[in-house]
Every structure is written in C-alpha cells, then in structure tokens.
C-alpha cells in the first residue's frame, strides 16, 4: 500500500495502489500517519520525497472501499476536539509538523486527497502532462483533509473556492499559475533531487527554523479551519444530496438536488 525507502539521508514515501491510480483506502490513511511518526523520530533523515508508483501520484480518495465500512469512515473522521487533527488531516498537516523539507513529485493524476497529500509537502515538483484537481465536490463532500489551513498562503481566496467547488482537473501549467506548484519539470525526480542536494548544504537546524518562521508568518487560525472542515463534512455526509451527489458521479441520471439547508 505504502513504500518506504530510506536512501542515505532521504526517506521516500511512495503510494502503491497502481492498479487504482493509488487510490487511498483506510490503510493506506494508517500507515501514512505511522510513516509520519517513525520519519519524525529519525535525527538521520534530512528530506522527504512523496511520490506514487507508476504513471499516476494519487486518484484521490477510494470513495466506494471507504463507505462500505461506516466504522472506518468514523476512524478518519474522529478527533477528540474539534480543532485536533483526525487521521484524515494528519496525513496532510503531519508533513509539516516534520522539520526536514518535504517534496511532492507528482506525474500523472493527483486528485482529491491526493492533492491534498501533495499539499501538506513543502514543494510540489510537477510533470507537464499532470493533472490536478480537488474532486470532493462531485461527490457531494467538501475537502476535509486540512488543506485549507494551507491553501491561504498558496492561492487567492477566489481561486481556492473555485478550485474546490467546479471539481474538475486543471494542467500542471494553470497549477503552477495559481501559485498551487513550486515547479513544472519534464523530469520532476531529477529535478526535486537537485533541489534537495541544494538544501543539504545547509544546516538542518537552519532549515528547520526557516520551516517553522515561515509557516508562522503565514498561519491563520488553524484548529478553526480543521473544526469547520469536519463539522461541514460530517453533515453533509448525512445530507441526502450527498447521496444523489455520489449516484450523478456514477453516472446516474434524471437527480434533483434538494433545496440547500442553512450553513
């Protein structure tokens, strides 16, 4: 499900699902987390580099494996306060708990919460003919993973609300434009290693201040946004339109939504 690699001083975390784009399932969500803690622990590591394997970074969330078990969708959600992390955030927010650089290479299709994945790196290295796209919408949900306490200090407000709300892919080009990618490469692997040779010329107390100084300066308040993304998900995982939502994007036709209720 998940790879991990340690080669000299970088750790390489690869999604290994190829037969399903690297479709996240509830596993894959565990084990990221636990990948997390363990490159947290080790003093040795210097980089982080999250990739998929195969021609595709991430389809974004497996939605029919995860709603076949109610318990397993409760897990991702759960958090013992509103503002904590759930295991959902934690595999986005946990790479920059992390004090070492973290990048995302990322070829293929990186959707949903894959994205979001990608997002929770520090730089995102990206392949020409990739195609990016938050997808919750078109299954009725809105993102849930905590990168809304990131897109702020990405993208303009406007962007990020389309972005999130029309679902649909953009090029690795319009990516970059939106400010959503650090770089577009025709060889993103190569060039997020040239990067990472760079930063190792620095000193790593260095990097992880720089890390820290510049995630303050462009934090908002961050347990509000986690609260808000999971009260908006757990209601609107209740919500009958969730339900016509998930049918239409199956390919179902003739579905009215119901009138919207109060937010």
Known sequence: MINFEKRQSIAYVTLSRKDKQNALNFDMFKQLATMIKLIKK???IRAVVIQGDGEHFCAGLDVSAVMKSPANIAKLLFKWLPGNCNLAQQ?????????VPVFAVIQGNCFGGGLQIALGADYRIVHP???????????GLCPDMGANVILPSLIKRD???????HAAPISADKALQLGLITQVSDDPSQC????IDTLLARSPDTLAAIKRVTQQSFSSSKRQILAKETISQIR???NGNTKKAIAIAKGADNIEYHNSKRW
Request: with cysteine.
């Open 91 to 99: 595999v986005v927010l946990g790479w920059q708990s992390l004090s």
């Open 42 to 44: 080790d003093a040795c």
């Open 129 to 139: 003919d990739a195609q990016l796209a938050i997808m919750e919408a078109r299954w």
């Open 192 to 195: 997020c290693l040239a990067m």
């Open 236 to 238: 609107l995982l209740m």
């Open 159 to 165: 962007d990020a609300m389309w972005l999130a709300s």
